[in-house]
């Protein structure tokens, strides 16, 4: 069986090791590296809990063997954060309007939803549901992760207004 | 479960694949997105010796129209596709089935000629091409082969393509006349699941409102996708009415032959493909219409 070298980086921190061909990314992610923030669950590509940002756009790490990531960039749900103390806007939605309940798919929601909020600042709903049509939750449903990622996409936008439309009140 | 062991390779040539295709004796199998041959290879269903990685050959990305067609190399994301627009443009047929391929996750690590070379029954891609009558081109140590898709599907999950064997790329004909219309729906358990049934259609109307060219392609229902050449023979030269249609469709229910799985029986395929080809008409039909009016 061939081992392979290989060298990525994930959030933001460059790795290298030695992986045999048939090793998924996202096992290497999680034994390898320990971060097991992405979870493991079908392991065939339908339920989405492995969900990673490879170079920029949202994937199933069960999907791709580790030895293909050579050279990738990645980012996992560890990566999302501004810090190790705190949560992304999006993240903490998710827990405002209890978009989890066992938390199993929730990375790979959350790697979905960021890739949409990144591309799309104004989703619809629609969209917002086709984002996460490739991810399954057993538990919580759907509608307040859909909520979650509305609230999101409402806070962000009022972030990156401009500060006389935050303040405009005041004038008043 | 985990794959068997494999041995891998990245080649940086389509020559270099070719001669490792070669090398593996018939047991070489190509890696583009991997969407459809990972599941494959983790399930043991598939267990080749060497694994040939194809998505860092320059040569298999990329999208070029001329002015009859569309030629879309093999390794090509299924979400470039999706997002380009001469593609939907010239190919909306392409644009609307691929909405309907997996998930964003999937479409983004998805290729054109992985979804081709793979061969499920209810591939949105396959039944594009099916439609449009596609050309693919394969290449080997031998040289290059160029086949139409409806001499490459060879039943479920099976194509004419042999081990030593790389498809390369898909040429899709453009169609270039005024009034074009098309459509493409599918009927699955969950939105963006496996398609049940698909529809797609393509027509042609000439400025008093008849149909003057029309391929109808059926997906999901038999092994492969299949045209509905009775009734394309049959509605092409009326005005696509309710009645027409209605006699082409229980026509064509009559004809096919189709699956049966624990999703779905042969009866209910046969009467939702009826249902679907039928509405695909009256979308594509209004499609041309609206567009070009």
Known sequence: MSQHSITLTVNGRVYNGTVPARLTLVDFLREHLRLTGTHTGCEHGVCGACSILFDGRPMRSCLIFAVQADGATITTVEGLAPDPAGLSVLQDSFWETHALQCGFCTPGMLIAAHALLMQNREPTEEAIRDAIGGNLCRCTGYKQIVDAIKLAASRLKGANAPASEMTGADHD | ?293
């Open chain 2, 1 to 293: 479960m985990k794959a068997a062991e494999f041995d891998y390779a990245r080649p940086a040539t389509i020559e270099e694949a070719c001669r490792l295709l070669d090398g593996a004796a018939g047991d070489g199998k190509i890696i583009a997105g991997g969407q459809t041959l990972v599941p494959l290879l983790v399930m043991r269903l598939a267990r080749p010796t060497l694994v040939i990685d194809i998505n860092r050959i320059a040569a298999l990305q990329g999208i070029a129209a001329n002015d009859d067609g569309v030629t879309i190399q093999a390794a090509t994301r299924q979400a470039d596709v999706l997002a380009d627009a001469t593609i939907h443009e010239r190919l909306p047929l392409l644009t609307k089935g691929l909405r309907l391929v997996g998930h964003p996750q999937t479409r983004n690590r998805g290729t054109i000629g992985g979804s081709l070379a793979n061969a499920d029954p209810s591939a949105e891609i396959c039944l594009v091409a099916r439609t449009l009558d596609a050309e693919l081109t394969a290449r080997s140590s031998g040289g290059t082969r160029k086949l139409m898709m409806s001499e490459f599907c060879a039943g479920a999950m099976t194509t004419s393509l042999t081990a030593e064997e790389c498809l390369t790329a898909i040429r899709f004909p453009v169609w270039t006349e005024k009034r074009v219309g098309t459509a493409f729906t599918e009927m699955s358990i969950r939105q963006s699941d496996f398609a049940l049934v698909a529809a797609a259609c393509q027509l042609v109307l000439d400025d008093g409102g008849v149909c003057r060219k029309l391929a109808l392609g059926i997906g999901g229902v038999e092994a492969s996708p299949v045209r509905a050449t009775a009734a394309e023979a049959r509605l092409t030269g009326t005005r696509l009415e309710a009645g027409d249609v209605d006699a082409a469709m229980d026509e064509l229910q009559q004809t096919l032959q189709p699956l049966a799985d624990v999703h779905a029986s042969a009866d209910y395929r046969r009467r939702v493909a009826g249902a679907l080809v039928a509405r695909v008409i009256a979308e594509a039909r209004n499609d041309a219409m609206r567009v070009h009016a």
